[in-house]
């Protein structure tokens, strides 16, 4: 437990730093490298025996039987379009949690963990193309190592329903009411964007959207700056990712609470992340709520959530002003 309890402390510890740790892996034979966030890493497994399933998809390879769990494995090479990882038996699998699910993503070979500041973490090149893979890139010894969309690389391996619940939808809807304010969605993966946006757009609110943390920001202070005394005159909720490039949803909300027009603004932090570190990570930064992606019911039940909390704090105000 002490063991579990330190290592909770030291990743806390990175909260409001605008850090990350990156495993990096190659595909095939390849040069190139990419990397996956440790957070969302389980452990890493030489490929064991995998069975082949029929009606899978291609690039699932098959499902291999690990601590009593079954999981899919995902060739990481055929999923972005590349040629199929060989020579499996000496060859690796990297466990990881992603949006409630454990899947297994197949890779040629795992190199190391590295420390970065997300700063150091950039948008892909413009003009990628619709079949990009990647949501960021970065710098390592000269070389450039990307960040895949696994968001993206998911959903096309198991395509999620992206719309609440009819019940939900009317229940959501009458306790916005009237609310005219907007909800901004900041996200880095557009499939996740996306998401969000077809999920939340039934419910009949204006959103904005940000690309990454430091966007989201730089649009929350222009927001702001046209308010008299807060931006929650015009901004109901924001709904943030936490891996973002250049600044995190972590580092975007303790941002957001040190600052006098933005500080009462009701922040959702929206993740694919998962595991025991998450909570206490929310709490250091200030959010006022946490859910996991994508459930759609679970996204307009947290959106219906914080604007009942919305109304109880106007009506508060509408009496302390009398």
């Known amino acids: 437990m002490a063991g579990v309890l330190d290592s909770v402390n030291q990743r806390t510890q990175l909260v409001g730093q605008n850090r990350l740790e990156l495993l990096l892996f190659k595909l095939n034979n390849g040069k190139h ?45 055929m999923a972005t379009g590349q040629e199929p990882i060989d020579d499996l038996e000496n060859r690796f699998i990297i466990i990881t949690e992603y949006n409630r699910s454990v ?11 590295i420390n970065l500041n997300w700063e150091q973490i950039l948008p892909p090149p413009d003009g990628a193309g619709d079949t990009n893979y990647l949501t960021a890139v970065t710098e390592v010894e000269g070389d450039i190592v990307g960040v ?34 907007i909800l901004m969605i900041a996200d880095d993966s557009m499939v996740a964007l996306n998401q969000v946006k077809r999920a939340l757009t039934p419910l009949g609110l204006e959103l904005m959207t ?95 959530r914080n604007i009942n909390i919305l109304h109880s704090e106007s009506a508060r105000e509408i009496v302390s002003d009398k």
């Open 33 to 77: 490298r990419y990397g996956i966030n440790v957070f969302k890493v389980k452990e890493v497994l030489q490929c064991p025996r995998l069975t082949a399933l029929p009606s899978l998809r291609p690039s699932v390879r098959g499902v291999a039987h690990i601590r009593g769990e079954t999981i899919s494995v995902i060739d990481l090479s």
């Open 103 to 113: 899947q297994g993503f197949l890779v040629g070979s795992v190199e190391r963990i």
């Open 148 to 181: 895949l969309d696994v968001e993206k690389i998911l959903m096309e391996v198991a395509p999620s329903d992206e719309m609440m619940s009819e019940e939900l939808l009317e229940e959501t809807q009458e306790i916005i009411g009237e609310t005219k304010k």
């Open 210 to 304: 940000a690309k990454n943390g430091r966007d989201a920001l730089e649009q929350l202070i222009a927001l702001a700056d046209t308010c008299e005394k807060s931006v929650t005159e015009k901004l109901g909720l924001l709904i943030s990712d936490i891996e973002m490039p250049e600044m995190d949803g972590y580092t975007l909300t303790s941002e957001i609470r040190n600052l006098e027009k933005l500080k009462d603004l009701r922040v959702i932090l929206h993740t694919s992340l998962s595991g025991v570190f998450n909570q206490a990570m929310v709490d250091n930064v200030g959010a006022d709520d946490f859910i996991a992606k994508f459930n759609p019911d679970d996204l307009a039940a947290a959106v219906e």
